[in-house]
């Protein structure tokens, strides 16, 4: 298949030649649009069969294999049944509970390593793949000899791994638009991985992304689903090959499409929150990569944290059941995200019925909640609470895909082809193809003047802290979950961006000075600035709108420092996510969006740099995948909205000779409307994504109930206006308590405060003061203080409601960063304390509005 490039406009040519691109302009169109916030209708009245396809598959299943399967399923106890449906984390496991229990599965998380040790060799993994399989397969305590199978994220090569090749992350592979790339990727990372005893990788990630704060952003291949369904299909083929050839061969590993479904889709990007696109909208967006990857084999489906309508897909048996397996016919195994299955409204990690009733077959349990929920469910499926019918279902499911895999064949992981040939870790062959990622990846927006490619022969400044930097050029979910505190000697092998200028330019003779704030003492030719975000992964991603650096344009500063020098600057941009960067723009006479390009950077030089004879050495041939804002809060800019005025369209990307010249762009921060930036904490219930919590030094425990004690602590719900909408807390005087408003991950509040906002409540004491009381706000690092607001509530009616408002100010003036806040509100006391709460909210004030307490 040809490379088929996007077109420099929005009408972006078709991959022609691919079975797997479903969808047409006018069906999105029409569907996505103009349906997407309608209800759905009650599970009990669809039909899954008037939106979702029945699939071609063309893996089928074989008899032979399928009487086997039920013969091991019927000779095995209830036990040994659970226990494949249990996936616990390295970190939480030893090689004895696996002999003991024999599970499944099990996994290493992001950060997770052999020994907890950062810098695990190849053989360190190895040992651990062998040694829990050999505990699995030895049956002197559980009587099962069913091999187990290791599951890792390897979502841009095997990233975990200490001098692995790492590829540009799935947003910077969507503007190569070559699936061909992709396959090779694929099939290099599963090496990697068989390299060191893995037979599972959660992989592909298919979520078509429609709100750019998502901090997931980066891990989808587009905004839109036509690349997303020709991708899925090529890494499916790629890390597990070929049905028809060598499926699942030695050399091949599991893989995983993920995560079902929407969750590039939720409300305002929040992480792991709701999608409210209509049933026809989240087939056509959302579903396309299922319906390539599925088709092609993929064995393993991820269920998302996120909810659809509400109801978390952990637990919706409609797209589980009814819609993916039933309809789709889909007959390998669904298994969870990490702890995914205790979020559901009367779960928690150790005991949750409903989401194995939904459909979901493998918990990940990473944490020790894995011995307890064995217990409960064993108990569960014991009392008829789980049909025995669903275990077997969910066993014989686990246990195909182990067959077609080759488990029950291959030899133990240390003995397998690939293993222990730590050679292909980072190999040389390996990196050529990653190279060649970046370089294809690359998109300019910017080239005033044709100032790029440069010629290597001038005297050349590389400024940027991303300049010599292979941690922050790679992103998160690098070595580490969030890829950070990690330097430049945890790539052995791997290379900067400055490392590649370097050996472009001094090998032609010419010069370069490397200062990271642009400084120098002989003036240079052209400055290359190299800067953008800092890793993240996930929720920790999430921001509240696009405008850059917002609030410390110390990257800005650089470029204009040297602008007004009157040197020309080259722009490199590292971002997950397209960003309003107007300023930048204007303070750069090229600007190449770099996205996440990984482990091989001196890759970028070799497309900024013409030759040593001044000739192009590899052209600009990136396209946006995403369309970019042209302001920081048009944060869902998307290919075929009705209102589509992006700064630059999908499919945009200048290549070297184009006469093109951007003029200056607006800098003003365009800002939202006060009302918008209302953040509601509590109002009649715990509004998403915040999760309310009650403890004290010794425990902190999630209110699931309408009535809860802890040691220091006692909740309960109470009516203001109507019923259940206020919540009154009784603190005993035993210790330190507390009544928290929080969230699995920091979000990302400076509106807020930018507009003026307070924070509000409604409160009602119902007994005297007898100790100091105190509210704060936290982050997810140590940030500021609690505040005293004992003298204010002493000042409030006894048994009436009252509102009280405290000026953000107050909080941030004692150090709270409200880019990364993970707490708006925690109230607490030592002594007896009986209160009440209600409508807790972040609300902007007019100019005219005291609070109660003010801050200046």
């Keep these: 298949m040809t490379n088929n490039k996007f077109n420099q406009h929005s009408d972006v040519a078709m991959l022609t030649k691919s079975k797997f691109s479903l969808l047409v302009s006018a069906l999105i169109l029409s569907s996505v649009t103009a349906c997407s916030l309608k209800e759905v209708e009650p599970v ?153 005893g893995i037979d599972w990788v959660f992989a592909p990630t298919v979520a078509v992304v429609r709100d750019d704060r998502w901090g997931r952003t980066y891990e989808g291949y587009s905004e839109d689903p036509e690349i997303v369904g020709a991708y899925a299909a090529s890494i499916v083929r790629g890390l597990q090959g070929a049905a028809d050839e060598d499926f699942l061969g030695d050399e091949r590993v599991i893989s995983t499409v993920k995560h079902f479904l929407g969750d590039g889709g939720t409300i305002d990007g929040i992480d792991q929150g709701d999608n409210i696109a209509t049933e026809q909208a989240l087939f056509d967006l959302h579903a396309q990569g299922y319906v390539s990857g599925l088709s092609v084999g993929a064995q393993t489906v991820m269920a998302s944290f996120n909810s659809w309508h509400g109801v978390k897909n952990h637990a919706n048996k409609y797209l589980l059941t009814n819609v993916l397996k039933d309809q789709m016919g889909f007959d390998g195994f669904v298994v969870g995200d990490w702890n995914g299955h205790g979020q559901i409204p009367g779960c928690s990690n150790d005991n949750c019925p409903q989401t194995i009733n939904a459909g979901l077959d493998v918990y990940m349990v990473p944490t020790a909640a894995w011995k307890l929920l064995f217990e409960n469910t ?33 030899p133990s992981p240390a003995n397998r082809t690939l293993s222990g040939k730590t050679e292909l870790i980072g190999a040389k062959a390996h990196r050529v193809v990653a190279r060649q990622a970046v370089r294809e990846s690359l998109v300019l927006l910017k080239n005033n003047d044709n100032i790029l490619p440069l010629s290597p022969k001038q005297t050349v400044l590389v400024a940027g802290d991303a300049a010599d930097n292979i941690g922050k050029q790679s992103g998160g979910w690098t070595i580490t979950w969030q890829g950070t505190n990690n330097t430049n000697a945890d790539f052995p092998g791997g290379s900067s961006i400055y490392d590649g200028i370097k050996a472009q330019v001094e090998s032609a003779g010419g010069k370069t000075i490397f200062n990271v704030s642009g400084d120098y003492a002989v003036k240079p030719d052209v400055a290359i600035v190299v800067f953008g975000e800092e890793p993240y992964a996930e929720g920790n991603g999430d921001i509240d709108n696009l405008e850059y650096q917002r609030g410390n344009k110390r990257d800005l500063a650089l470029l204009q420092k040297l602008k007004a020098q009157g040197v020309p600057v080259v722009a490199v941009f590292i971002s997950g996510r397209p960003m309003w960067v107007n300023a930048e723009l204007n ?107 009650i403890g004290s030094d010794n425990e902190q425990i999630a209110v699931t109930s309408s009535v809860l004690q802890g040691e220091t602590v006692y909740l309960r719900t109470v009516d203001k206006v109507v019923q259940e909408d206020a919540r009154r807390i009784e603190f005993n005087g035993k210790g330190a308590g507390f009544v928290r408003f929080g969230s699995n991950f920091p979000r990302d509040l400076r509106a807020a405060i930018e507009s003026n906002s307070a924070l509000s409540f409604e409160v009602k004491l119902d007994s005297y003061i007898n100790d100091e009381i105190y509210i704060s706000m936290g982050c997810d690092i140590q ?60 609300l902007p004030r007019a100019d005219n509005q005291q609070a109660s307490i003010e801050c200046q």
């Excluded at 024999?102 to 360190?124: E, I, R, V």
């Excluded at 369309?627 to 589509?644: C, E, K, L, M």
């Excluded at 408002?805 to 003036?813: E, P």
């Excluded at 109230?827 to 209600?838: D, P, V, W």
Aim: proline fraction near 5%; include cysteine; charge should be negative.
């Design 44 to 196: 009990e009245q669809r039909d899954a069969s008037v939106v979702w396809p029945k699939l071609q598959l063309e893996v089928q299943p074989n008899a032979e294999m399928e009487q086997k399967i039920a013969t091991m399923v019927s000779g095995m106890t209830l036990k040994q049944k659970v226990a494949q449906m249990i996936q616990p984390e390295i970190r939480d496991i030893t090689v004895e509970d696996m002999r003991a229990y024999g599970f499944g599965s099990y996994l290493n998380g992001g950060g997770a390593f052999p020994n907890d040790d950062k810098h695990a060799t190849p053989s360190d993994w190895i040992a651990l793949a062998e040694a829990i399989y050999q505990a699995s397969v030895d049956d002197s305590i559980d009587g099962s000899t069913i091999p187990t199978m290791w599951g890792t994220d390897a979502v841009h090569g095997h990233n975990n791994v200490i001098g692995a090749t790492l590829f540009p992350h799935n947003i910077g592979l969507g503007a190569t638009n070559n699936p061909e790339l992709i396959e090779q990727i694929a099939a290099i990372t599963a090496k990697e991985v068989m390299v060191t």
């Design 587 to 693: 303070a750069s006479d090229a600007f190449v969006a770099a996205w996440l390009p990984g482990s091989e950077g001196k890759a970028v030089a070799d497309v900024i740099f013409a030759d040593v004879d001044n000739q192009v050495q590899f052209d600009m041939t990136g396209k946006l995948s995403f369309s970019w804002p042209n302001s920081p809060t048009q944060t869902v800019v998307n290919r075929f909205d009705d209102d589509y005025l992006p700064l630059f369209p999908y499919g945009f990307g200048l290549s070297y000779g184009d006469e093109t010249e951007l003029a200056l762009l607006d800098e003003v921060a365009e800002l939202s409307n006060d009302e918008s930036q209302s953040i509601a904490i509590f109002t009649r219930s715990v509004q998403a994504p915040w999760v309310m919590s």
């Design 378 to 410: 064993v108990a569960q499926v014991e009392s008829g609470e789980i049909p025995m019918a669903r275990v077997d279902d969910a066993v014989t499911r686990i246990l195909r895909v182990k067959m077609r895999a080759g488990l029950f064949d291959k």
């Design 783 to 842: 940030c500021g203080k609690p505040l005293n607001i004992t003298a204010l509530l002493a000042e409030q009616p006894k048994n009436s409601w009252q509102t009280v408002s405290i000026d953000l100010k107050c909080f941030s003036d004692t150090g709270v960063d409200f880019s990364r806040v993970n707490s708006p509100f925690s109230l607490s006391t030592q002594g007896k304390l009986t209160m009440s709460i209600a409508d807790i909210a972040l």
